[in-house]
C-alpha cells in the first residue's frame, strides 16, 4: 500500500466496534474511495481512562487484538495505536490539528462521532474540530449517533447490556455476537462425572459479563462447534471465594484439547447462574439446558 496516497482517518475509543463506530469507519470509506485513499484508523493504548481516571478506568469489551479483527472487518487498511500518556493528554485543543498533520502527512480527511472530544482537558468538539481543521487544510465529517429501535448505541450501553445479561440487544448493537478468547486449561473434571464433559478456558475479561448459562459457538481451527457454557463461580460445586470461569460443553462435533486456543461465541443467554441442591439436580438443569442450546444452534427442530 503506497504511503502517498491520500489517507481517511477514523478516530476514536472503539471498544467493541459497534454499529456507531462502523459509521464512523463507512464515512472514511466513502471518502477513500471517491480518490482512491486508504482507510485508517487512530484509537489510543491504553485507553485513555486507565490514564485520566486511573482509579475508575473503562473495563473495556474487547482486548486490542478482537478490535483490531473488527475494525478491519470494517474497512480499516491501516489502524495506528498511539501511546496515550500524560504527554498526549496535555495537547490543546487547537494544537490537535497539527499534531495530526505530523504524524500523518498524507492526511486529507477526518471521521469522528458527533460527541467526539478532544484535547487538554476534552475542550475540543466536533464543531471546534470542524473549525481547526479547516485551517490545517482537513476535510472534517461528524457522524450522528446510530439508533436501534429505542437505544442509541455506545459502547457504555453495551457494556451495561453485557453486564445484566442482556446479550440479544448487546449483540444486536456490536452486529456480531460477543465473544471471549483464551487457551482451553485443565480443570476438576466434575463434568465428566455426571456425563457433561466440559472445556475450561482461561479467559479473564476487563469487563465480566452476567453469570450464568449460555448458548454458544466453540470456534476451533475455522469450526464453529455448537455448545453449552457457563460463565460464573459454580456455586453447587464451590465454596468460599473462587475466580469466575467459562466452560463449554460441547453438543456436536470433537471437544479441542488442553493447550488449544479457542474462541467462544456467545449466542443467546439461557439463564442465570444457580446453586441446587446436589450433582444430580445440576446434572438435570444441565441436560434441560443443552436441549435449550440445541434448538437455538439449529441441532433441533
Known sequence: MSQSRPLHLAIGAFDGVHLGHRAVLHSARAAARQDGGVVGVLTYDPHPSKILRPDAP??????????????????????????????????????????????????????????????????????????????????????????????????????????????????????????????????????????????NVAWEPELQPAYGVYAVEVIFKGEALPAVANYGIRPTIETGKVSPLLEAHILSGTAPTTGETVRIRFIRRLRTEQKFADLTALQAQIAKDSAAAKKILGLLE
Open 58 to 199: 473503562v473495563p473495556l469489551i474487547f482486548n486490542r487484538s478482537q478490535k483490531d479483527e473488527r475494525l478491519t472487518e470494517a474497512g480499516a487498511q491501516m489502524i495506528h495505536h498511539e501511546k496515550f500518556d500524560r504527554h498526549h493528554a496535555a495537547i490543546e485543543a487547537d494544537d490537535f490539528p497539527a499534531w495530526l498533520k505530523n504524524t500523518f502527512p498524507h492526511l486529507k480527511s477526518i471521521h469522528v462521532g458527533s460527541n467526539f472530544q478532544y484535547g487538554c482537558g476534552r475542550t475540543g468538539n466536533g464543531e471546534s474540530l470542524i473549525a481547526h481543521g479547516a485551517q490545517a487544510g482537513l476535510n472534517v465529517r461528524l457522524i450522528a449517533a446510530v439508533q436501534l429501535g429505542s437505544e442509541t448505541v455506545s459502547s457504555s450501553r453495551i457494556r451495561q447490556c453485557l453486564a445484566e445479561g442482556e446479550l440479544d440487544l448487546a449483540n444486536a448493537m456490536l452486529l456480531r455476537p460477543y465473544e471471549a478468547e483464551g487457551v482451553i486449561i485443565s480443570g476438576r473434571q466434575i463434568g465428566r462425572t455426571i456425563n457433561f464433559p466440559t472445556v
